[in-house]
């Protein structure tokens, strides 16, 4: 795991909500690395007691693998009973192959509910030509009567635990192919 912060986030922190991030490089280019780790249907190989809806093409097969389009909305559920509404809200490639700094694929989600809401992402940027760090973060919060500020911070060491255990599986996943 690498200790880059997360790319900072003035609105989130206006309404007192915490980014909860964790990065870790993995091999493998990009491009690749974001269409497995960005397709949400894969999450739940990944994060334990989780499964979820997707949406289909109008024929009822499922969508291309890769990362969900732009305005998809899907649900993940967990145990004990959790249900989590989610929408691609953010969907970023870059025009270039080069490898840069710059060069970053970028996911993001908005938590519609109804116990969590906020943003989550997925970011993958290029370390160098065989390997990609990935920076997987939320910025949410629990639905309710409590303001957004005492909410977040609470989500803080469960979201961690989660976020770092997801990606070591998907690292210990990529070594052994």
């Known amino acids: 795991m690498t200790g880059r912060p997360a790319a900072h986030d003035a609105?989130?922190?206006g309404r007192g909500l915490r980014r909860v991030s964790v990065?870790?490089?993995l091999p493998g280019q990009p491009a690749d690395?974001?269409?497995?780790?960005?397709?949400v249907r894969h999450h739940s190989r990944w994060i334990p007691l989780t499964w979820g809806s997707f949406p289909v093409e109008p024929s009822g097969r499922p969508l291309p693998d890769g990362p969900?389009?732009?305005?998809?909305r899907f649900t993940m559920y967990?145990?004990?009973?959790?249900?989590?509404r989610m929408e691609v809200v953010g969907l970023e490639?870059?025009?270039g192959d080069a490898l840069?700094?710059?060069e970053r694929h970028r996911l993001v989600l908005r938590k519609a509910g109804p116990l969590l809401h906020g943003t989550a992402g997925i970011d993958v940027e290029p370390v160098d030509h065989?390997?990609?760090l990935v920076t997987w973060w939320e910025e949410v919060y629990l639905a309710g009567p409590l303001p957004a500020r005492l909410t977040s911070p609470l989500l803080g060491v469960p979201l961690g635990l989660m976020l770092r255990l997801a990606l070591h599986r998907v690292s210990r996943e990529l070594d052994a192919v």
Do not use: C, K, M, W
């Not at 969900?68 to 998809?72: E, I, Q, R, V, Y």
């Not at 967990?78 to 989590?84: A, E, K, L, M, N």
């Open 11 to 13: 609105a989130a922190e």
């Open 23 to 25: 990065s870790r490089e």
């Open 33 to 39: 690395v974001f269409d497995l780790v960005a397709d």
């Open 68 to 72: 969900l389009p732009s305005g998809a």
């Open 78 to 84: 967990s145990h004990p009973g959790i249900v989590d």
């Open 93 to 95: 490639r870059p025009a």
């Open 100 to 102: 840069s700094g710059t």
């Open 130 to 132: 065989a390997t990609s």
